[in-house]
């Protein structure tokens, strides 16, 4: 493939993901960020984001990606000034565990591969973990091969990564749009400016619609709340102590993790939330509070008795299906579309680059297919139950 002048829309996970990638192949790259990197703004940013494989039932690319990427984020933060990968376990409390349960499935999948999942019994369960009110009428699974990513700490690194391998990363640099012609492609920045580039991706996050209108109506955006909070005990909390959990009720999938380095624990309800505008207000609403900490008093106790520190809006930008779009814009064959990450996206940063690569150099890809666009958004928009995020959105 020959040298090509890339542009790309956004320094959220996958658009410094795809920098790496690229410059590794040897590409020029120029990346272009309307915040600061990390953007407060991006989804990508966060104290922390999960790595788990069992959401995926028996989706052989999911699965194999996921397992890459915990590789290579062992392997990245060798590179990195402190880790940001943590691999710290995860139970998860599950009301139905019949034979037609999504996550019974994708467990005796990944036990099929050779994973050590357990099946606990309850007693088991309040024995291993005392912090958690443990039901009889639950079945507790635990998969000690789960983790979590300190996500806006490991996109700062990355950047650092993309830089030292000669990407240009251009922060507070607004994308007004994005063009082409049969010879090259356009970007114009807000000040008017205007870039010539070989080829562009758009990993623009929430904002993707701005720039390729076609997917706009195919996309909901949606506030997803979470809550940071300073347990009274945290040595009960810390790692090795407690580590990841989450709890499915009626109403959605509670989750949370340890003790992370701010001395703080995150919580947060994977439950589909309002449509909003990406340019909300990234603040927390008192409602979720009191909705947060009601569910912690009655299943976390000691959680539900910390004082609660922040709330924090992140945003999910959703497809009909749950996938991710790895894909050339409708009509286009030189902007490419990187990125909807549904919830479930960030966990896959330090494995996604070479799918995006190889869209980019058109190369086949098998773990890329199920990211194009085909008719995917034919029907617009996907209608969402709030109590309802599907099987692959379950962030916990």
Same mark, same amino acid.
Not at 38 to 58: C, E, F, L
Not at 92 to 116: C, D, I, K, T
Not at 170 to 181: K, Y
Not at 385 to 392: A, E
């Given at each position: 493939? %020959?040298?090509?002048?890339?542009?790309?829309?956004?320094?959220?996970?996958?658009?410094?993901?795809?920098?790496?990638?690229?410059?590794?192949?040897?590409?020029?790259?120029?990346?272009?960020?309307?915040?600061?990197?990390?953007?407060?703004?991006?989804?990508?940013?966060?104290?922390?984001?999960?790595?788990?494989?069992?959401?995926?039932?028996?989706?052989?690319?999911?699965?194999? #990606?996921?397992?890459?990427?915990?590789?290579?984020?062992?392997?990245?933060?060798?590179?990195?000034?402190?880790?940001?990968?943590?691999?710290?376990?995860?139970?998860?409390?599950?009301?139905?565990?019949?034979?037609?349960?999504?996550?019974?499935?994708?467990?005796?999948?990944?036990?099929?591969?050779?994973?050590?999942?357990?099946? #606990?019994?309850?007693?088991?369960?309040?024995?291993?973990?005392?912090?958690?009110?443990?039901?009889?009428?639950?079945?507790?699974?635990?998969?000690?091969?789960?983790?979590?990513?300190?996500?806006?700490?490991?996109?700062?690194?990355?950047?650092?990564?993309?830089?030292?391998?000669?990407?240009?990363?251009?922060?507070?640099?607004?994308?007004?749009?994005?063009?082409?012609?049969?010879?090259?492609?356009?970007?114009?920045?807000?000040?008017?400016?205007?870039?010539?580039?070989?080829?562009?991706?758009?990993?623009?996050?929430?904002?993707?619609?701005?720039?390729?209108?076609?997917?706009?109506?195919?996309?909901?955006?949606?506030?997803?709340?979470?809550?940071?909070?300073?347990?009274?005990?945290?040595?009960?909390?810390?790692?090795?102590?407690?580590?990841?959990?989450?709890?499915?009720?009626?109403?959605?999938?509670?989750?949370?993790?340890?003790?992370?380095?701010?001395?703080?624990?995150?919580?947060?309800?994977?439950?589909?939330?309002?449509?909003?505008?990406?340019?909300?207000?990234?603040?927390?609403?008192?409602? %979720?509070?009191?909705?947060?900490?009601?569910?912690?008093?009655?299943?976390?106790?000691?959680?539900?008795?910390?004082?609660?520190?922040?709330?924090?809006?992140?945003?999910?930008?959703?497809?009909?299906?749950?996938?991710?779009?790895?894909?050339?814009?409708?009509?286009?064959?030189?902007?490419?579309?990187?990125?909807?990450?549904?919830?479930?996206?960030?966990? %896959?940063?330090?494995?996604? /680059?070479?799918?995006?690569?190889?869209?980019?150099?058109?190369?086949?890809?098998?773990? /890329?297919?199920?990211?194009?666009?085909?008719?995917?958004?034919?029907?617009?928009?996907?209608?969402?139950?709030?109590?309802?995020?599907?099987?692959?959105h379950s962030a916990g």
């Open positions: 493939m %020959f040298r090509m002048k890339l542009g790309i829309v956004g320094a959220g996970v996958f658009g410094i993901a795809a920098a790496i990638e690229l410059a590794e192949r040897s590409h020029e790259v120029t990346v272009f960020e309307r915040g600061s990197v990390p953007s407060a703004q991006a989804s990508s940013t966060d104290v922390s984001k999960v790595i788990r494989r069992w959401a995926y039932g028996d989706n052989e690319t999911y699965v194999e #990606l996921v397992e890459r990427a915990a590789i290579n984020w062992a392997r990245w933060q060798q590179e990195f000034e402190s880790p940001v990968y943590h691999k710290v376990g995860q139970v998860r409390a599950l009301p139905h565990w019949g034979p037609e349960s999504p996550m019974r499935r994708s467990v005796e999948y990944l036990q099929g591969r050779g994973a050590s999942i357990e099946i #606990l019994t309850t007693a088991q369960a309040r024995k291993r973990f005392p912090r958690l009110v443990v039901l009889d009428s639950d079945t507790h699974v635990y998969d000690r091969w789960a983790g979590y990513v300190e996500s806006g700490l490991a996109v700062e690194y990355m950047a650092r990564m993309a830089r030292d391998r000669g990407v240009r990363i251009l922060a507070n640099t607004g994308v007004r749009s994005v063009d082409e012609s049969p010879e090259s492609s356009q970007m114009m920045l807000d000040d008017g400016t205007e870039h010539t580039f070989d080829r562009i991706v758009v990993a623009a996050g929430a904002w993707v619609g701005r720039l390729v209108p076609e997917l706009i109506q195919g996309l909901t955006i949606t506030r997803q709340q979470m809550m940071i909070i300073a347990p009274d005990r945290p040595e009960f909390f810390a790692p090795g102590a407690m580590g990841m959990w989450s709890i499915e009720v009626a109403s959605g999938q509670w989750y949370g993790f340890p003790l992370l380095r701010s001395g703080y624990v995150k919580v947060a309800d994977d439950a589909t939330g309002e449509q909003i505008d990406p340019d909300v207000d990234r603040g927390g609403t008192p409602e %979720f509070a009191r909705r947060a900490m009601g569910f912690l008093r009655e299943r976390v106790p000691e959680l539900g008795a910390g004082r609660l520190v922040a709330g924090r809006t992140c945003l999910y930008t959703n497809t009909p299906d749950d996938h991710f779009v790895i894909d050339w814009a409708p009509g286009s064959s030189r902007v490419l579309v990187a990125g909807c990450g549904t919830s479930h996206g960030f966990k %896959f940063g330090s494995s996604i /680059g070479p799918v995006i690569a190889d869209a980019i150099e058109d190369r086949d890809n098998p773990l /890329g297919r199920l990211f194009r666009l085909g008719d995917r958004f034919a029907g617009g928009a996907a209608a969402r139950d709030p109590r309802d995020k599907g099987f692959l």
